[in-house]
């Protein structure tokens, strides 16, 4: 079959020797790291002596102990709360599945990739066909071992109507899954891609699934935690998993994951010892406390992007002049400062910074009034009104709303906010996705991954509704190039397209801002941001002193 070697997540290698067809590696994004932290380990699985439950070992400095009970506290989604990995849509439900469930790949910090469950990819010469190869010695919660029937299991949920995943395995020929040994399978695809792994790595297509799960109300996993109870909105309670593949983890002998809404509230539980981490602390609040002694910030590097989105076919916004005045609109430096606290770096209106074939060359969009007025004139919208929907769903996002409102009035454009309701904000079943002019938070684990999820006919998440079906194809010989000059010419064309053109304003990249008691471990230390932050959602390395 002309196959290449397998590709190991764990060598670092270059992504030039990527697409030779030896190794694989993602470029660093330029960061000076975190301000502070909640100490951490080493990442390479030897942090802290394992111990007992229960035991006074402290541990070395710095790296968690073994015993007690870990309580992190987020922002919830009220009812549409959820522990099934393919309907993850918020910050809260993806740490929730980290806790349950193994990614096929681990995100690790810089956009690297580490190996999760899967441990092997090998591609055929064309890159049409793929072998993935589990990690031998797992097993569920349940004591069955992980098998390749869970992958092609797996797999195949993704691509089920309805699910958030679909955009991992639209090019898989999921009827055609084949197990080669009790850990391999093999992959045919219905046309090349070169880089396979890029698609597994986002919240909702990594989390590998029990052959045969339908039911998450108590779901079985092979992570760090066994699920004690969940009522969503509220509260899940997990204990460790002691036969985790991944010793001495998980740390601590129970994990809380509690939905607090307020960020004032999320706070006060922290400094009067309800929780131990606060997910998503006001960035004014971060600013004055990033030195005090009651409790540790946690400032991630420059990494998700918090973006308005406006929809293209909504008549608002169905001129492309009106779009490209929205953005001129935007003074970014003054909305971070003023929003986020000088929390994030500019945004260039593209998502996934930092990874291979993200276009460096494209600038910042630096805010031009008289411009804006002339292109809005051109596009008869001189007396542009329109309605911004925003909600406390992350720090920064009413404030933004806000910023933006008054920044547009010098452009003539009038910019009513209307502030949602937090459980309603981002549910498909309520208002996601039908709001024409709102805001998200993307993280970027690659370039594959966010532009399937968002753009192509049939995404899951298509913000903006984009439609060009010349742009897709585009986009599909990109996704399939192996030789690096070609690939980064088809990827470049693909982001100036939607650079010139498309409906999404990236205004900064967010730095996370969480706080966490002295007591934990394990937190944030090496932790980019790059996913929805909180140290990546590696729960797996998080304990307590």
């Not at 002295?518 to 980019?528: D, L, P, Q």
Request: aromatic letters at 10%; charged letters at 20%; glycine letters at 10%.
């Amino acid at each position: 079959m002309g196959d290449r070697d397998w590709i190991d997540l764990d060598t670092g290698l270059s992504r030039r020797r990527f697409v030779e067809g030896v190794g694989i590696g993602g470029a660093a994004i330029a960061s000076s790291g975190l301000l502070a932290a909640c100490g951490g380990d080493d990442d390479k699985g030897d942090g802290g002596a394992p111990g007992t439950s229960g035991s006074d070992n402290a541990g070395t400095p710095g790296n968690p102990s073994r015993g007690g009970n870990l309580r992190f506290g987020m922002i919830g989604n009220g009812t549409g709360e959820t522990a099934n990995p393919n309907m993850v849509s918020t910050p809260i439900d993806t740490v929730r599945v980290a806790a349950i469930f193994d990614p096929m790949i681990r995100p690790a910090p810089n956009h690297k990739r580490e190996d999760g469950l899967v441990v092997g990819w090998k591609p055929n010469a064309d890159a049409t066909v793929w072998e993935l190869k589990l990690r031998p010695d797992v097993t569920w919660h349940d004591g069955s071992p992980l098998t390749a029937e869970d992958l092609i299991f797996t797999l195949r949920t993704f691509g089920a109507k309805g699910s958030f995943g679909a955009n991992a395995v639209a090019f898989v020929e999921l009827n055609d899954l084949k197990k080669l040994d009790p850990l391999t399978v093999r992959v045919p695809l219905k046309r090349p891609i070169a880089d396979l792994g890029a698609y597994f790595i986002y919240v909702n297509s990594t989390w590998v699934i029990k052959d045969g799960t339908t039911d998450f109300q108590k779901p079985v996993g092979t992570g760090p935690y066994k699920v004690k109870s969940f009522v969503p909105g509220q509260r899940m309670v997990a204990e460790a998993n002691r036969d985790y593949w991944d010793s001495p983890k998980p740390y601590p002998d129970q994990f809380e994951l509690v939905s607090i809404d307020d960020p004032t509230a999320r706070l006060n539980a922290l400094t009067s010892g309800q929780i131990d981490i606060a997910a998503g602390i006001p960035y004014a609040t971060a600013r004055a406390n990033l030195k005090s002694k009651d409790y540790r910030v946690v400032v991630g590097a420059p990494g998700a992007s918090f973006t308005f989105y406006m929809a293209i076919d909504d008549p608002a916004f169905r001129d492309v002049k009106v779009r490209q005045a929205m953005k001129l609109i935007l003074d970014r430096e003054a909305m971070i400062n003023s929003a986020l606290a000088g929390f994030g770096a500019p945004g260039r209106d593209l998502l996934a910074p930092g990874t291979p074939y993200f276009d460096d060359s494209v600038p910042v969009p630096q805010q031009d009034i008289e411009k804006a007025k002339s292109l809005l004139k051109s596009a008869g919208a001189s007396d542009l009104q329109v309605t911004l929907h925003t909600a406390d769903v992350l720090p920064g996002f009413t404030d933004a709303a806000a910023v933006f409102a008054q920044q547009a009035k010098a452009a003539g454009v009038t910019i009513n906010v209307k502030r949602e309701q937090i459980a309603q904000y981002l549910n498909p079943a309520l208002l996601y996705l039908k709001m024409p002019f709102g805001q998200d938070a993307w993280p970027g684990p690659s370039l594959n991954a966010s532009y399937s999820l968002q753009y192509p006919q049939g995404a899951a998440f298509n913000e903006t509704h984009w439609n060009d079906p010349s742009w897709e194809k585009l986009l599909n010989q990109a996704e399939a190039a192996t030789d690096e000059a070609e690939a980064t010419e088809l990827w470049t064309q693909v982001q100036k397209t939607l650079y010139d053109e498309g409906g999404q304003i990236v205004w900064a990249n967010q730095q996370t801002t969480d706080a966490c008691s002295n007591a934990v471990r394990g937190y944030g230390e090496k932790g980019s941001g790059w996913l929805y932050g909180t140290d990546d959602d590696r729960v797996w390395n998080w304990g307590l002193a």
